[in-house]
């Protein structure tokens, strides 16, 4: 039985409406164009991949707000742009932070005690994991999603000068508790890790 032909508005309008099957459409008339534009803006089949997955879990997670969009095409492709740029910045610091991090703990302690990225972002984690629920929210958008602080100010409802003064508690307590319970060597490369733009 061949299924009835949607147009996209009406797609996005029975996806508001929890239909999956409009979801599936949605993504298979969509899926082979973004992952060839996320791969020619990355050149990483593993970051298009990546990317194409996020963008389409927030499809789905914001679905009760898209029957208003009028553009589908143009939203899909900036979303996914922002969310390479996002990736592919976070990976760029990532790189440069795990390299000086080999450096500096081959220096102070020789090549058997070597941190790898998972055990730095592990002691991160643990920094931010010890903030108030906002200041890590602050932290998190700016940091991880690249907002400003204009846009925070608007995903949080609250003032751009309370944005500022979340972002520097949280930034203090982070460098306080790194301070705290990690020597010199990796106390530098996790500060690098937690302030670097």
């Known amino acids: 039985m061949q299924l009835p032909h949607y147009t996209e508005e009406e797609l996005l309008n029975r996806l508001a409406g929890n239909d999956e099957t409009a979801f599936a459409r949605l993504f298979e008339a969509y899926r082979d164009k973004l992952y060839s534009f996320i791969f020619h803006l990355s050149g990483s089949s593993v970051l298009a991949e990546d ?3 996020e963008v389409f879990l927030k499809i789905w997670r914001d679905r009760s707000h898209l029957s208003g969009i009028s553009n589908f095409n143009a939203y899909l492709f900036r979303m996914a742009q922002n969310q390479a740029i996002n990736m592919l910045r976070r990976q760029s610091r990532e790189t440069l932070i795990l390299a000086e991090i080999r450096r500096l703990s081959t220096e102070a302690a020789g090549a058997g005690e070597l941190f790898s990225a998972k055990e730095v972002q592990f002691l991160l984690d643990r920094a931010l994991n010890s903030l108030p629920p906002q200041q890590k929210r602050v932290y998190e958008l700016s940091r991880d999603q690249g907002l400003k602080y204009e846009q ?5 409802n609250i003032s751009v000068s309370t944005v500022r003064n979340h972002m520097v508690q ?3 307590s982070i460098r306080e508790f790194i301070q705290a319970s990690y020597p010199t060597g990796i106390l530098y490369c996790l500060t690098l890790l937690a302030f670097r733009q």
């Open 152 to 156: 925070i100010a608007a995903e949080m």
């Open 51 to 53: 990317v194409l997955q």
């Open 170 to 172: 949280a930034l203090r």
